[in-house]
């Protein structure tokens, strides 16, 4: 082996004297140092064959040559290095002759995006998880997963773009299906996030559009209650609004949660006395949320009798437009730079 070792040393020397650009010099570093089949690792590994105190002796033999070997190649990158500025040096010049060069407008992200950054890393530190699916969708993961079946009046509610000749495919009208896939992929305990593009077949106007932006929220574990629920949104509503916001729920129907609520928040601009923006009421209604129904755990492959969680869906357009008093949705994919300069 000690043969073995001095010709390895010899013949790394000659590789690195061969080098002369980076790409060769990390390949050849990988030939020798790479951790599943260089030259080196290999005798290292054939240590385990010696034993006592020839084992000793040649592996202090081996940690020796490998330092030599890593100091010949550093000088070699060190080298590389001032050649490779010495080049530049002598190829490129600075005219100081030449006009200035008019700064260039540098952009930022879209308001959405912005407010949907916030809400993932309140999430994120909240210990969820970011969790992505399909636009485009089946039907039984948009409905019928979704505690809605074929003659359901709620699919009533959501004008939805249907695959010409693939009628059982859909353009989501929610995010909400991520509950299920995530439920089937990841099982439970689970708790994630869900933001994404959604579509509905609507005429556009100041107040609809066919694309949007929506957030889902969804927590499935063991002794999960309504109150966890209202605990969670509520630090939602103040890391959105400010400490002193304040939230009520109320009643609504929705077939993928049971009980299910609307949530609304004091206006952030009047403080609940009453403004344009909450239309004189002091509420902002900004959220939909519930507990998840057990037909759709059911649907995920999770016991509702052992499991319990909750769910909620936040409209990303919706909060943009109620945080910065913007008067119509179409703004936001018009692409006019007068507009989203703004923000």
């Known amino acids: 082996m000690n043969v073995e070792i001095k010709n390895l040393k010899h013949k790394f020397q000659q590789a690195i004297d061969e080098v002369n650009d ?17 030259e080196l690792t290999e005798i290292m590994k054939n240590l385990k064959e010696l034993s006592g105190e020839a084992r000793k002796e040649m592996g202090k033999l081996i940690n020796e040559v490998k330092t030599e070997l890593e100091d010949i190649y550093s000088k070699k990158k060190v080298a590389l290095q001032a050649e490779s500025w ?27 995006t912005q407010i949907q950054q916030q809400i993932e890393q ?18 039984y993961y948009n409905f019928t997963a979704l505690n809605m079946p074929p003659d359901h009046p709620a699919r009533d509610m959501q004008d ?28 439970v305990p689970l708790r994630m996030l ?16 066919h694309t949007f932006y929506q957030v889902e ?16 949104l509520e630090a939602l509503a103040k890391h959105l609004y400010g400490e002193e916001t304040k939230m009520r729920l109320r009643p609504k129907l929705y077939p993928f949660v049971e009980p299910g609520v609307n949530g609304e928040v004091t206006c952030y601009l009047c403080k609940g006395d009453g403004c344009r923006v909450c239309k004189q009421t002091g509420w902002l209604e900004i959220f939909g ?23 909620f869906g936040l409209g990303l357009n919706r909060l943009v437009m109620l945080k910065y008093g913007i008067e119509d949705i179409r703004h936001f994919m018009s692409g006019d730079m007068r507009f989203l300069g703004q923000f």
Not at 217 to 226: A, K, L, P, S
């Open 86 to 112: 010495k080049n530049i040096a002598t190829t490129e010049a600075i005219d100081v002759t030449q006009p200035k060069i008019p700064a260039t407008e540098v952009g930022h992200m879209h308001p959405i």
């Open 122 to 139: 309140f999430f994120i530190s909240m210990g969820f998880m970011i969790v992505d699916g399909p636009e485009l969708e089946s039907d």
């Open 22 to 38: 980076f790409i060769k010099l990390e390949e050849v570093y990988q030939l020798f140092f790479g951790r599943k089949s260089g």
């Open 160 to 187: 939805t773009f249907y695959i010409k000749g693939h009628g059982d495919w859909v353009m989501r009208t929610q995010t909400s299906p991520v509950q299920v896939r995530a439920m089937q992929d990841y099982g």
């Open 289 to 311: 949320a519930g507990m998840v129904h057990p037909e759709v755990l059911k649907a995920g492959g999770v016991d509702p009798e052992e499991f319990g969680g909750f769910a």
């Open 194 to 209: 869900v933001p994404g593009r959604v579509f509905r077949n609507e005429a556009t106007d100041a107040r609809h559009e």
């Open 217 to 232: 929220g969804m927590v499935v574990d063991r002794n999960i209650t309504f109150g966890d629920m209202k605990g969670t």
